[in-house]
Every structure is written in C-alpha cells, then in structure tokens.
C-alpha cells in the first residue's frame, strides 16, 4: 500500500509539474507573441479589439454554432449522399463495437481452453474466431471507405460554396485590394478547408465510437460487477475532461496565428517564384530577410512545446490514470471475500469472470480516454472553424457591397474650397444605361481615402472616343476601376452600361489556359460562343484583322492546346486581346496602352475597325499617332485638377 500510494503521489507530482510548464509557456507564449505583434503585426491587425473576436477560437457556445452553420453547407439535405455516408459510417462503428465485445468473449474463452487443456472447446472458439475474419475486416475498410468518402464531400461542398461567393462578380479582386480582414484567401480556401473537414469526420468517428464502447461496456459490467465501477470511471471522465479543457484553451488561437502565418509564408514563396524570371541578379537580401520573418520561427517553437506539454499531461490523465482508475475499480468485487460472487463460483469462473470484465474496463478506460484526447482534436478544430466562419463572413459582406479597410488619416489639399470632404464607400448612385457613360459630380478616391479628383463630372455617349492622359498616379487607372465596380463609388451619380457591355483591354492581357479558341472567347465557352451563333469562320476574321490568321494555320485547328502565355510573343498577345474585343462587341472598351507592342500601321487600322463596328473607347496612351482617332481628351494633372475638351490641333501638339 505504502508502494502504490507512492506511486501515485509520483504521478501527481508529475501531473503538477506539467501543469505549471504549460502555464509558464502559455506565459512566454503570450510575451512573444506581444513583441512579434509589435514588429509586424501591424500589416495584418489593425483594430485590437476586432482581431481579438476574429481570432477567438475555444470550444464553447459560439463554437457550436459556428459548427452547426458550416455542416448546414455540407449536409444540405437530410436525404443526401453526406447522410448516407453519415449513417454508413454510425452502422459500421456499431458493428465494430459489436465486433470488439465478441472477440474479448471470444478470445477469454480461447485462453479458458488453452489453461484448461480442453482441445475440443479451444478448436471450436479459434475456428469460430477463423469464420468471422473476413467479416470484421469488411466492416474495418467498409468504415475507413465511408470516412474518406464523407471528407471529400464535405471538402467539395464546402469548397463550392466559398468558391461560389469568392468568384462571384470581382469579390476575389476585391478581398486582396478593398478589404484587408482576410489575408491570403488561399490559404483558407485550399488548406483550411481540406484540414478542417479531415478534423470534421475525423472528430465524428473520434466521438462516435467511444461512446457506443462506453454506453455498451456499461451496460456489460453493471450486470457482471455492478454499477459503482462504471460511475467512478464516468466520473473521472469528467473531471479530466474539463480539466484538459481548460488547459488546452490555447490551442484554437495558436492554431490560427500558425495557419495566417503558413498562408504569409506561402505567398511570400509563391511571389517570389512569379518575380523569379525577372531578376537579373542574386536574390535580393531584403527579400530574403522578410521570408525569414515571415516564416516565424518563435511562434512554432513556442507551439511545438505547448504540444509536447499537453501531449505529456494528455498521457499522464487521459492514458496512463485512467488505467490506474480501471485497475482500481475492476479489483474491487474480486480483492473483496464478501461478495456474493465468490460464494457460488469455482476459482476457474472467476478467472475466466476476471479476465472478460478486466478487459472491457480496459476498452471502457481506452475509451474514455479517447473521448479525453478528442477534446484537443476539438480545440484544434475550434481554431480552423473561426477561420472559416471568417471567410464566410467576409465573403458574405463583401458580395453585399460592404467593405472594411484601414483609412490611412487624409490632410485636406490646399484647394479652393475649405471644407472637408467625407468619403462614404458606396454612398455614390449607379445607373445602369445604354450607350453613355457620365460622371455627375463624383469623388475619384482610392479604397484607402486618397481623394485623387474632388468633383469629376463629363458625359460621354456611344460613338464619340475619348483619350485619357495625365503623369503617373494621377488617376487614369482609378478612373476606369470605378467604372468597372471594381471600386465603390463615394459620391456624386454614374451612369453606365451594364458591366457585361463594357471591356477591359489591359497592356498585358490574359492568356487562359486551353485551346486557340479559348484565346478569343474568354471569358466566354464554346457553348456560349455557340449560343451567340458566331461560327468557326467568323472567327478566323477577327484573327485576320488583328494579323494573327497565321496562328490558326500554324496550329491547324481551334481545338490546339498551347502554353499561349510563352507561344505568343508581347504583341501577339495584345492583338489577341484585340481579336477578343472584336468578338465580344461591347459598347464601350477600355484600352490601357493595350498596342504599345504593336506597330503603328497595325494599331492604325485596329482603331479604324473599332470605329467600324460601332465600339467606342476610352484609351490611355502616349502615342501621337491615336489622337486622331478620338474626339475628346480627359487629361489629370496629378494635383486634383483635370480637363475634358474637344481634341483639337492644338491640343494634339499639347498632347504630344
């Protein structure tokens, strides 16, 4: 008695002695976290009080709702093929633990037979043993099919809905550019998403399972030594559970410091590759020093401990004394002479008794001890829930025309007028309408509140092309991503086409990936293509009008598949663009120094044809040569100040 009492005053030494390593490195945690915070966190916290809600992740009340929202998304129904695997999967556990009960009778009675001697009866239980093989290894793998089934639907749907929202109009453009709550959308939408429903199903089984071991073991060994075991191991159950709880509470948050932290370290990388082509000398030094920071070491080390802390408190309650507690509640009918059990039992019985509850209180402390480690597995879990959820959010919000973002403090420019001008994202008017587009009184200000035009006004109606000029940064870009909604509206009234009706032609354009096809009807498909009922033929012309009819004959049919990205070179790629226009016909196109590779004979006769067809433009570019094939210019001088006239001789000697 005197060993055992000091054995477990061994244990609890050791158990106090975890608790307090992890409250010292919740502690430095903390610190750390503090000082990194102070160096840069500045990039992705901007209000304190709003980071700390957004990175609240334990597992309590909000927790569950947050859960039940997201499986709301993938368990759409309750008639689904989700459900069907759900209840494949509760089927497949309840064989398992049917399985489990018998193999322990079954083997208990195989070790009877063999101390016994008994031939006949160790043939009989190890053949019966032989005979269910196949099945109990049907329903292992029916079970391990219907998890990773259920994760990959829970991942496809889950990924479809955020995907849904994120592609839906320019949200994606708008959560890298408008609003800065989200910071490396692909981090969540790839690698959060597929953890977090890996954490679900798994979570399920976790649960699931150890709680049909208990309910039936408890049912077992209440009939075979009496009730008051199985209460004290529940008991333990939850005492140790809320206990490691409690301990484990920082988890969910560091959980999702170290995803926002994969996801900066990751886009660092992936930036880096797509800038590689253009360095002509060693890797920069600055570049090298921000992917070390980014990649914050501190923040895993101090992560790293706190799960070997855990891991050695998880064990110490969770494995090692629940087994003790087992030991000590299954000895107790057996060390006890006075119980009616030994009165009317052989020494043989209370073996063969001894060894099939001694058993199934050790699945039954397994169990529970499962259920105990679940609770780290659902503290993880609370940490890629609140990330989600956030997404969600966002994504919601966004799609809804509201965004937050910091305001950098704005002085007022020495203008004419004194007063302040008060910029309310998306307190503009926008009319759709056909064949103008007019600027009635409007701020032109960046997302971050940098008034670059005070009162922009000018109309301009289909057939009439517009030349936008002025320095760098004085506005000409701003201007048309107001026009394409890319940017809220802070005032005044616009009135324009439909967004479909108006196309962007940028100096770089986008080759997708497919066939020469795709190339001159992005973004459309071939069914749409079909739909409009222009044929392969048409096709062909707008290539010969841009000069690249040469590529079909190369290639030798719409259907080839190139990396067009490197096959066409820089102009090549701008005729492209210009084939696009043709086939899209809108009423108005924005060309953005889209023929600055192309020559000038060429260029000459793209703006002719656009004229031809009836699309009007609004072109930025420094060419002379493209005055003439426009009426008006809109020309910013940088300093707030802008001009929209007729172009004139004159004004074409200004502009060049």
């Known amino acids: 008695m005197a060993v055992f009492s000091k054995y477990l005053t061994a244990k609890n030494s050791s158990i106090a002695g975890g608790i307090l390593l992890v409250l010292y490195l919740l502690k430095h945690r903390r610190r750390a976290h503090k000082q990194a915070g102070k160096k840069g966190a500045s990039d992705q916290v901007v209000n304190t009080e709003k980071d700390g809600r957004k990175d609240r992740a334990a597992v309590d009340k909000v927790f569950f709702l947050r859960i039940i929202q997201i499986l709301r998304i993938m368990v759409p129904r309750v008639f689904c093929m989700e459900t069907a695997y759900l209840m494949l999967i509760a089927t497949m556990l309840v064989a398992r633990t049917y399985c489990d009960v018998w193999m322990i009778q079954n083997g208990t009675m195989i070790e009877s037979a063999i101390i016994g001697r008994s031939t006949k009866d160790f043939k009989i239980y190890l053949f019966s043993f032989i005979k269910f093989m196949p099945l109990i290894a049907l329903i292992n793998n029916f079970l391990k099919l219907g998890l990773n089934e259920l994760k990959l639907r829970f991942r496809e749907r889950l990924t479809k809905k955020l995907y849904d929202q994120y592609l839906q109009g320019f949200t994606y453009y708008k959560m890298g550019n408008l609003d800065n709550r989200i910071a490396n959308a692909d981090q969540l939408l790839t690698q959060d998403v597929e953890k977090f429903c890996n954490s679900v199903v798994d979570l399920y089984s976790n649960l699931s399972k150890p709680l049909l071991d208990i309910g039936l073991y408890i049912f077992k060994l209440t009939s075979a030594i009496g009730a008051q075991g199985p209460a004290i191991m529940m008991s333990y159950l939850l005492i140790s559970g809320l206990f490691l709880t409690r301990l484990r509470r920082p988890i969910g948050k560091m959980t999702v410091t170290e995803q926002r932290y994969e996801g900066e370290y990751r886009y660092v990388n992936s930036r880096e590759k797509l800038l590689c082509k253009s360095l002509l000398c060693p890797f920069p030094n600055s570049d090298c020093k921000h992917i070390y920071f980014v990649f914050q070491v501190d923040h895993l080390h101090n992560f790293i401990f706190f799960r070997f802390t855990m891991g050695f408190v998880d064990s110490i309650i969770a494995k090692y004394l629940a087994t003790v507690v087992g030991y000590l509640v299954v000895s107790r009918p057996f060390l006890n002479l006075s119980h009616p059990r030994h009165l009317h039992s052989t020494h043989s019985e209370l073996l063969e008794d001894y060894y099939q509850s001694g058993r199934m209180l050790l699945r039954m402390s397994q169990a529970l001890g499962r259920i105990v ?14 990330r989600i959820t956030e997404l969600m959010k966002v994504l919601k919000e966004l799609n809804a025309g509201k965004y937050e973002r910091t305001m950098i403090s704005m002085q007022e420019k020495e203008l004419d007028s004194a007063e302040n001008l ?6 503009g008017q926008i009319i759709n309408k056909d064949n103008i587009i007019k600027f009635d009184h409007t701020p032109l200000a960046t997302p971050n509140g940098d008034i670059l035009i005070r009162d922009l006004t000018f109309e301009v109606r289909s057939g009439t ?60 498909t071939y069914d749409e293509q079909r739909k409009k009922g222009i044929s392969d033929q048409v096709l062909k012309e707008y290539l010969d009008n841009v000069q690249l009819g040469h590529i079909l004959e190369r290639e030798g049919t719409w259907d080839s598949v190139q990396d067009w990205m490197d096959i066409l070179s820089g102009g090549e790629k701008q005729r492209m663009a210009m084939a696009r226009l043709f086939y899209h016909k809108p009423q108005f196109a924005i060309l953005d120094e889209c023929t600055s590779a192309v020559s000038v004979d060429v260029e000459d006769y793209i703006y002719s044809h656009c004229r031809t067809v009836g699309i009007s433009l609004f072109t930025v570019s420094h060419r002379k040569s493209l005055w003439k094939h426009h009426e008006y210019y809109l020309h910013m001088d940088g300093r707030g100040n802008y001009e929209f006239k007729p172009i004139t001789e004159e004004t074409v000697e200004f502009g060049s």
Request: positive net charge; aromatic residues 10%.
């Open 422 to 427: 008060v910029l309310v994202p998306g307190s």
């Open 373 to 386: 480690l679940a609770g780290r597995e659902m503290t993880r879990l609370s940490g890629f829930t609140a």
């Open 465 to 524: 092309n517009v030349l936008v000029c002025g320095p760098n940064g004085c506005g000409k870009s701003s201007l048309f991503r107001v026009l394409g909604e890319l940017w809220p509206l802070f005032g005044g009234q616009l009135t324009k086409p439909e967004r479909g009706k108006l196309f962007y032609v940028p100096q770089r354009p986008y080759m997708t990936l497919g066939s020469l096809r795709d190339q001159v009807i992005y973004p459309d």
